[in-house]
T-cell receptor, first 109, second 116 residues
Framework: GDSVTQMEGPVTLSEEAFLTINCTYTATGYPSLFWYVQYPGEGLQLLLKATKADDKGSNKGFEATYRKETTSFHLEKGSVQVSDSAVYFCALAGNQFYFGTGTSLTVIP | DVKVTQSSRYLVKRTGEKVFLECVQDMDHENMFWYRQDPGLGLRLIYFSYDVKMKEKGDIPEGYSVSREKKERFSLILESASTNQTSMYLC???????????????FGPGTRLLVL
């Protein structure tokens, strides 16, 4: 069945460091792919999405490219800020929504 | 902006109590979902609904039921709360257009439930 596997955390980075959070998926067909972010004490918010192969989703300096050949949708940001500290979830919309287990990111000044 | 609201942010209940968690969305979305979120397990789907009075079991429906009497409201019911139902409960909604761009799920702020 469909599934999403994302990088185990927690991840701790210094401010202005480069961020990569890996996400790979298994799916039949061509699902839409998403990254959601959850700030402390809040629900999930959509960060970015891509609906077909080679699409690049971007928002707030974050980017992810839908790679069909490697079944991946890695999240990247060139320079993280303290305010990016949150839990990040990769997700897939197949016959239902599938979420990864989440990766906790802490950015220290 | 899509708004999904949940009736309580924090709730404390006793074992055996019947618990109602309410969720309301204001975007006329057809689909609504209930998840629970636990450390290390991510989000797990409890129940979902694609239409009024319609419900489907998700991955972990045991011990839960749902009600959708109106399009905008989706209720999660714990028939007899147990300590292993202590968790964060998240409600979400989405459009049913099926065009990819509108499959996005929009989440409420969550209800943190403690069962003693």
């Amino acid at each position: 069945g469909d599934s999403v596997t994302q990088m185990e955390g927690p991840v701790t980075l210094s401010e202005e460091a480069f961020l990569t959070i890996n996400c790979t998926y298994t799916a039949t067909g061509y699902p839409s792919l998403f990254w959601y972010v959850q700030y402390p004490g809040e629900g999930l918010q959509l960060l970015l999405k891509a609906t077909k192969a080679d699409d690049k989703g971007s928002n707030k300096g974050f980017e992810a490219t839908y790679r069909k050949e490697t079944t991946s949708f890695h999240l990247e940001k060139g320079s993280v800020q303290v305010s990016d500290s949150a839990v990040y979830f990769c997700a897939l919309a197949g016959n239902q929504f599938y979420f990864g287990t989440g990766t906790s990111l802490t950015v220290i000044p | 902006d899509v708004k999904v609201t949940q009736s309580s942010r924090y709730l404390v209940k006793r074992t055996g109590e019947k618990v109602f968690l309410e969720c309301v969305q204001d975007m006329d979305h057809e689909n609504m979902f209930w998840y629970r979120q636990d450390p290390g397990l991510g989000l797990r789907l409890i129940y979902f609904s694609y239409d009024v009075k319609m419900k489907e079991k998700g991955d972990i429906p045991e011990g839960y039921s749902v009600s959708r009497e109106k399009k905008e409201r989706f209720s999660l019911i714990l028939e007899s709360a147990s300590t292993n139902q202590t968790s964060m409960y998240l409600c979400a909604s989405s459009s049913q257009s099926g065009q990819g761009a509108e499959e996005t799920q929009y989440f409420g702020p969550g209800t943190r439930l403690l069962v003693l």
